[in-house]
């Protein structure tokens, strides 16, 4: 991995994509608002004292955890998940706030930057972290077989690697709405990023970090845009949701519906 690079308006961070992007390549992206954080599932992170407890093991209580949480909600909620296959079940979790096995990435750099710029708190940089989307390394689910498979495939105990799935597009269960708008997709089976498979990282400084979501909300990337599914709208319009009319999006000429 390259040093970190630092970036403070919205033409440094696309010059620097454009230098790294190449037709032969191509790239995963994910936008952390905390600089210190690291790549991790959110799994990871709900189990991470087991895991300083006994890390030779953790695969197993890993792998144990994800079993449990489906096998509970296949038992209590048949009706929406009886016949859906395992990945399908945590992509739909993770959707809704379950801690899964799944780390959310983009194929788009301006989403990435657009999550990297919140939590805009003094002294709280942010990151957008960038892997090559290496077929060598990391296994593409693109097929309904592969699709299929059980959870102890994608998450084995022994011998890990990592895989990239992203829901079909006529899903029933998962909004598809708002992972096509912000061009999501789910990398697992290793419960966080090593070093080792980080191309580049972006440091966006704590002090740019409304003026860069400005500039993103003028080329259509807003909160409004990322998240325009009804959840979406509830939640930032919550009593502690920020309003910032600067970001919001204007009426169609003043008229309602």
Known sequence: MNSPIEITDLEDYIGYIRNIATAEKSHLYRGQEDAEWQV???????????????????????????????????????STYRNLFPLECLAHLQHNGVATGLIDFTFNPLIALWFACGYQKEG????????????????QIETPEKLER??????????????????????????????????????????EVGDEMIASEIVIPYVHKRQLRVELAKVGISEQTLFADLLGFFDRNTPQHVYDSLLSEPNTEGNLP
Request: net charge negative; proline share 5%; glycine share 4%.
């Open 40 to 78: 991790t599932s959110s799994a990871f992170r709900r189990l991470e004292e087991k895991y300083r407890a006994s890390p030779h093991s953790f695969s197993y209580v890993y792998l144990d955890y994800l079993s449990k949480i489906i096998y509970e909600v296949k038992l209590n909620y048949p």
């Open 124 to 139: 709280i940089d942010g990151k957008v972290i960038v892997l090559e989307n290496d077929r060598d390394i990391i296994e």
């Open 150 to 191: 059980g959870l102890e495939t994608f998450f084995p105990v022994n011998n890990a690697e990592w895989h990239l799935w992203s829901p079909a597009l006529d899903s029933q269960f998962v909004d598809t709405q708002r992972m096509t708008r912000q061009h999501s997709v789910f990398l697992f089976g290793l419960p």
